[in-house]
């Protein structure tokens, strides 16, 4: 069989980065909590709403919320401003919600821009997406960033059934950021 | 001139090839030519830049696009030398941060580079702007300049149906698009000179869109009255324009040189079609179903007398004269909504030889 050389087509492996991750390792008493929400998702605009009522009874000092509306353009980049901003004036946060494709890329780019200023941070996706945020997460040199994974789809549930989700993920998101009890702390 | 890229030893006869190329994924799943060294050098033989520039960084899995590696693609697809310059142009305006390739090669829709192109270069290089530009005339350069761009998205972006990339259903489109404006036949000035650019430059323009839309009439003709239900119909409900921001994203009109013939009478300046498109683009608020209500006023959406326009600006209409003479019909492309088109103009070394 003749043979011909060719050059390969496809980009070479890119090496895998895994940037540092930051976990609270103590109660939440006193930090300042920070919610990203999305102006396209009502039902994670609910979760954020139950989760920030859940944070307060927990003993945070405040609840700093974001809403995002745009991806360009000024509110795409007041957006990002915002996001910037959050991370500064947060002790961790809290960033929602990846169901969709662009969505979930940039709620794992605004997850990754507060874990870049070394502040605990969960990102929140719906099971559809979990693989697309992972891998958005590692093409942004943050591979260890945490995930937290909620049911699919979300919209088109009844609001009792969103608040069920909301109660059963709230510890999880928590766990993810390395929230201790008080006891645990003391013991 | 020297290559880096590294070198794979594959069969000579083209079947093997194909083969092998679905194998090892290199392609869009149509039959793909050799980039041999001679293939890529004859490519790179156009531009100015030297093989390891790097063009930039291609989302969504973030592969470095050299020249070179854009080279490999278009050779590929079959580009003619004289092309590769316009898929070098693509791809830069591509890259441009508010064009949003972050969003657009991972996002749940269908939208995807559609490159319009405008200059002194649409002949040679096989640009369609005539009878079947979006598909259907086959000229050399439309058919493959939007496929080397797309398989550098594949190929270098790591953009994948069902794995990086999200999209439910995809559009035909994908395998590439790229069409010309016929400016001999536009009352207006072309796109590229509305844009800022030059008329003897070659100019790629990107657009973000999520198919084409196709919108005929054979009842009026009147030109303000076939431009009023022009604008209706791009303002159909579901629009992606309609999900989130009016200040972002562009409609693309393009519409048949008979009617643009019409259009230019009515309006000489582009300013003012545009103005008039924008100004009956809207559907009544009542139209949509209370949940959908609830959310466009919650979102600022609504105007006066309970309009939802499509777009916040009359500019981000945008007519482009192309096609058949036909005098039937007109083409939306409708944006993703959150991606700003951009506009490119090709480098060119006009030897072909460094």
Redesign the interface.
């Known amino acids: 069989m003749s043979t011909v050389m060719i050059r390969r087509p496809t980009t070479p492996p890119v090496a895998e980065v895994a940037a540092p991750t930051f976990r609270l390792d103590r109660p939440l008493t006193d930090l300042r909590a920070g919610i990203r929400t999305d102006a396209a998702w009502r039902s994670w605009r609910l979760l954020a709403s139950d989760w920030e009522q859940r944070l307060r009874a927990d003993g945070v000092a405040s609840v700093t919320t974001v809403e995002t509306h745009g991806q360009v353009g000024d509110t795409g980049a007041a957006d990002r401003s915002h996001i910037g901003a959050l991370a500064e004036a947060v002790d961790f946060a809290i960033v929602g919600l990846g169901t969709c494709g662009s969505c979930t890329s940039f709620a794992i780019a605004d997850a990754v821009a507060i874990e870049q200023r070394e502040r605990p941070v969960v990102a929140v996706v719906t099971d559809e997406f979990a693989t697309h945020g992972r891998n958005m997460a590692k093409h942004l040199g943050h591979g260890d960033l945490s995930v937290l994974v909620l049911p699919y789809p979300l919209e088109a549930r009844p609001d009792a059934e969103l608040l069920e989700i909301s109660a059963e993920y709230y510890p999880q998101a928590l766990a993810l950021l390395g929230v201790s009890r008080s006891a645990e702390v003391g013991a | 001139m020297t290559?880096t890229?590294?070198?794979?030893?594959?069969?000579?006869?083209p079947r093997?090839l194909y083969e092998l190329s679905l194998i090892?994924?290199?392609g869009d799943g149509a039959p793909v030519l050799?980039?041999?060294?001679a293939a890529?050098e004859a490519l790179l033989a156009y531009t100015p830049d030297p093989p390891d520039h790097v063009v930039g960084v291609l989302?969504?899995?973030?592969?470095?696009a050299t020249v070179?590696?854009v080279a490999?693609?278009a050779a590929?697809a079959g580009v003619q030398p004289g092309a590769f310059p316009i898929v070098l142009a693509a791809l830069e305006a591509i890259l441009v941060?508010?064009?949003?390739a972050?969003?657009?090669t991972?996002?749940?829709?269908s939208v995807f580079p559609m490159l319009i192109m405008n200059g002194p270069s649409r002949d040679d290089l096989g640009i369609d702007y005539r009878a079947g530009c979006m598909g259907g005339a086959a000229g050399r350069g439309s058919m493959t300049i939007g496929r080397a761009v797309s398989?550098c998205l594949r190929?270098?972006g790591?953009q994948r149906a069902g794995e990086?990339?999200?999209?439910v259903f995809g559009q035909p489109a994908r395998f590439g698009m790229c069409f010309g404006e016929w400016e001999e036949r536009s009352p207006w000035p072309s796109l590229a000179q509305r844009r800022g650019l030059p008329t003897d430059l070659d100019v790629v323009t990107v657009h973000g869109g999520k198919g084409t839309f196709p919108l005929a009439d054979i009842h009026n003709d009147d030109p303000r009255g076939l431009l009023f239900l022009l604008a209706k119909s791009m303002a159909y409900p579901l629009a992606n324009m309609y999900?989130?921001?009016a200040?972002?994203g562009e409609v693309v009109l393009a519409v048949n040189p008979m009617w643009a013939e019409r259009f230019g009478a009515a309006f000489p300046e582009m300013t003012d079609l545009q103005a008039f498109l924008h100004e009956h683009a809207w559907q009544p608020l009542d139209l949509w179903p209370a949940a959908n209500r609830d959310?466009l006023v919650?979102?600022g959406r609504v105007g006066s007398r309970n309009r939802v326009f499509l777009t916040a600006h009359p500019d981000q209409i945008v007519p482009v004269v192309c096609g058949g003479l036909g005098s039937l019909h007109a083409v939306a492309l409708p944006s993703f909504g959150?991606?700003?088109m951009q506009s490119v103009a090709a480098r060119t070394l006009t030897s072909g030889a460094r």
């Open positions: 290559l890229g590294a070198q794979v030893e594959v069969p000579a006869d093997a090892e994924q290199w050799p980039p041999t060294d890529i989302p969504p899995q973030y592969g470095v070179e590696l490999a693609n590929m941060p508010e064009w949003n972050f969003g657009l991972t996002t749940t829709s398989l190929n270098i790591g990086t990339s999200r999209t999900l989130g921001n200040d972002n959310i919650s979102k959150e991606s700003a």
